[in-house]
T-cell receptor, first 115, second 115 residues
Framework: SAVISQKPSRDICQRGTSLTIQCQVDSQVTMMFWYRQQPGQSLTLIATANQGSEATYESGFVIDKFPISRPNLTFSTLTVSNMSPEDSSIYLC????????????FGEGSRLTVL | AQTVTQSQPEMSVQEAETVTLSCTYDTSESNYYLFWYKQPPSRQMILVIRQEAYKQQNATENRFSVNFQKAAKSFSLKISDSQLGDTAMYFCAFMPSYNTDKLIFGTGTRLQVFP
């Protein structure tokens, strides 16, 4: 299993500002995934972050709004830019279990509230 | 496009009883994986059980078992001898075998176990 730490665990932000979420994994992983969980809704994949290359974004998500860094095999950041109340969500970092079986390990998430 | 549907937003069960959570999915693929993930109030998502589509035998993990009906595209989760610690959001998820990077989640079922 993998231990994933996310910071901050929660934050209250003002409209128009940006916030960077950090994700630290206790082992080296090739891919890291960022999900968004809007209030009362399911998880939606934002992007996949590979070390050494640009992140791959899912439909509906763009780099200008959600820039991602992946400087090494154990760390990634997701920035939520120019926030609006619609960005109020839980943002989750996850990594694969190291096999092709599809299991993911998740961090505890970062709960953002935008006023 | 693949979709996952959980038609029960909320369920409740008394401690020691059995409860079944429903999940249906839509795909044209023949090879894929199905999962049930649990998200307790602390928010860290964990894998409950996994099923490979090519396996006819239903997966079982202790008190958790699935009823996988491939033709009907149904994948229900049965929790036996429910415990207070089973209180959580439960997400059904789908992953095509050709793309093990991407999980597609249902909208979740909130399960409350009462003493």
């Amino acid at each position: 299993s993998a231990v994933i730490s996310q910071k901050p665990s929660r934050d209250i932000c003002q409209r128009g500002t940006s916030l960077t979420i950090q994700c630290q994994v206790d082992s080296q992983v090739t891919m890291m995934f960022w999900y968004r969980q809007q209030p009362g809704q399911s998880l939606t994949l934002i992007a996949t972050a590979n070390q050494g290359s640009e992140a791959t974004y899912e439909s509906g998500f763009v780099i200008d709004k959600f820039p991602i860094s992946r400087p090494n095999l154990t760390f990634s950041t997701l920035t939520v830019s120019n926030m609006s109340p619609e960005d109020s969500s839980i943002y989750l970092c996850s990594v694969g279990a190291g096999s092709t079986t599809g299991e993911l390990f998740f961090g505890e998430g970062s709960r953002l509230t935008v006023l | 496009a693949q979709t996952v549907t959980q038609s029960q937003p909320e369920m409740s069960v008394q401690e020691a009883e059995t409860v079944t959570l429903s999940c249906t999915y839509d795909t044209s693929e023949s090879n894929y994986y199905l999962f049930w993930y649990k998200q307790p109030p602390s928010r860290q998502m964990i894998l409950v059980i996994r099923q490979e589509a090519y396996k006819q035998q239903n997966a079982t993990e202790n008190r958790f078992s699935v009823n996988f009906q491939k033709a009907a595209k149904s994948f229900s989760l049965k929790i036996s001898d429910s415990q207070l610690g089973d209180t959580a959001m439960y997400f059904c998820a789908f992953m095509p075998s050709y793309n093990t990077d991407k999980l597609i989640f249902g909208t979740g079922t909130r399960l409350q176990v009462f003493p």
